[in-house]
């Protein structure tokens, strides 16, 4: 069974910090993904990466940047942290290819950012 | 307008009843389709994949109408446990996927 592990599930830092959410998946995909999702707003994408050292900027990047190193992980950095990014992150990833294969999701990081 | 778009709901039903609801997506060359479970406070997961032609597993239906661009799913005989918020996803002829923001479905006793 795929497993996708975010490193905290909950955070709370301060305005200006900068933050590191981690990513690590253990199936061996190429491609991974981050999304958060704000209510009424569903899952927005903010980047992805199909493969080491790749990323693709995806709807949201601004205030974000990420880091794809080695083929398990996948790092999203907010440089310095605003209020605006209190939401949640969901960290994703699935094998190559553009069929159908669905997504396999950690279980969050709630963050909040006073 | 929004690449995918759900009826937030809630719809609220009582234990054995039927529920169904839509999704309507705004690109016409999507590719796949998916029905996506998330629970409160956790991950969304998989449901079940929506073909072409219609597609079962067990109580729940998913059909794909690509002519009027929408996906449709039907929970028969309700559970409490289906309570949840069904999320509808979209895939165009890229990496990205297009969700909706989620219908929350209420089961009770």
């Known amino acids: 069974d795929v497993k996708v592990t975010q490193s905290s599930r909950y955070l709370v830092k301060r305005t200006g910090e900068k933050v590191f959410l981690e990513c690590v998946q253990d199936m061996d995909h190429e491609n991974m993904f981050w999304y958060r999702q704000d209510p009424g707003l569903g899952l927005r994408l903010i980047y992805f990466?199909?493969?080491?050292?790749?990323?693709e900027k995806g709807d949201i990047p601004e205030g974000y940047s990420v880091s794809r190193e080695k083929k398990e992980r996948f790092s999203l950095i907010l440089e310095s942290a605003s209020t605006n990014q209190t939401s949640m992150y969901l960290c994703a990833s699935k094998p190559s290819g553009t069929g159908g294969s669905p997504l396999h999701f950690g279980n969050g990081t709630r963050l909040t950012v006073t | 307008r929004k690449e995918v778009e759900q009826d937030p709901g809630p719809f609220n039903v009582p234990e054995g009843a039927t529920v169904a609801f839509n999704c309507t997506y705004s690109?016409?060359?999507?590719?796949?389709f998916f029905w996506y479970r998330q629970d409160c406070r956790k991950e969304p997961k998989l449901l079940m994949s929506?073909?072409?032609s219609g597609n079962e597993d067990g109580r729940f239906t998913a059909q794909l109408n690509r002519a009027s661009q929408y996906i449709s799913l039907l929970i028969r005989d309700s559970k409490l446990s289906d309570s949840a918020t069904y999320l509808c996803?979209?895939?165009?002829?890229?990496?990205?996927?297009?969700f909706g923001a989620g219908t929350t479905v209420t089961v009770r006793a």
């Open positions: 690109n016409s060359a999507s590719q796949s």
């Open positions: 996803v979209v895939k165009g002829n890229d990496y990205k996927l297009s």
């Open positions: 990466s199909y493969d080491v050292k790749m990323k």
């Open positions: 929506v073909y072409s």
